[in-house]
């Protein structure tokens, strides 16, 4: 009896310890399913979330400069706003052609350069914030009636120099920044003022970079 005992006692201890063993087996399989399902959902996020960004950067539609409209001429009186503008920022007396419509001479300090020039044919005036540039972060979507008064918005115009304009291109300030040292943190601040005005979306890292050029350049 004794040892029939002993054994029935020594196969209950196995059993148990088969079926602690079981358990524990079991509870270690359900950690890692729910691990890998966890793994698998952040991946499935990751592809989706990408997916989403890629679709929504797919329905911008192509940029044409066509839909901001030309200068305008909003008081009618045959000089546009380049011209309005070209003789508001003249330092000097300013010469006109004889149908009074076009500036032909005056006096100009470019901000981007510090150069000052006389002659109109020699600057262009810069969308501070380019067309295109607003055009990807929000523009597109406009009414074609805001995107002409963007176009035209005196506060967003400068008379610079030809070829430091055809440099800049459709550039923001984390890209692209005037070669005048001492307009560089003015230049950054007015360019987010009007983004701010115009409730123009721009990504995060684009942000951080300009932050990093604003701790730059406008250290007092």
């Not at 079991?26 to 679709?55: G, M, Q, Y």
């Not at 309005?84 to 005056?106: H, M, Y």
């Not at 914030?129 to 074609?144: E, Q, S």
């Not at 800049?168 to 009007?194: H, R, T, V």
Request: hydrophobic share 40%; with cysteine.
């Amino acid at each position: 009896m004794s040892k029939l005992c002993i054994i029935k006692k020594t196969n209950l201890l196995r059993v148990g310890r088969y079926m602690k063993s079981s358990i524990l087996i079991d509870l270690i399989a359900s950690t890692h399913l729910k691990k890998l399902k966890l793994i698998i959902l952040c991946i499935l996020v990751f592809l989706f979330s990408n997916i989403f960004f890629a679709i929504s950067a797919e329905i911008i539609p192509a940029y044409d400069r066509g839909k901001f409209g030309s200068w305008k001429d909003f008081d009618s009186d045959c000089q546009n706003t380049r011209h309005e503008l070209l003789q508001e920022l003249s330092l000097d007396e300013f010469t006109l052609t004889d149908n009074t419509c076009r500036v032909l001479t005056g006096l100009w300090l470019d901000p981007y350069t510090n150069m000052y020039f006389s002659a109109s044919s020699d600057l262009d005036i810069d969308h501070l914030v380019p067309l295109k540039y607003a055009w990807t972060r929000g523009a597109y979507n406009w009414p074609k009636s805001k995107r002409v008064k963007f176009s035209n918005d005196e506060s967003n115009l400068f008379a610079v120099k030809k070829s430091v304009n055809r440099q800049k291109s459709a550039m923001g300030p984390a890209m692209w920044l005037p070669p005048n040292d001492n307009f560089k943190c003015e230049y950054i601040k007015l360019f987010q003022g009007i983004v701010t005005k115009y409730d123009l979306r721009q990504a995060v890292d684009e942000l951080s970079e300009i932050d990093i050029k604003m701790d730059k350049f406008c250290v007092n």
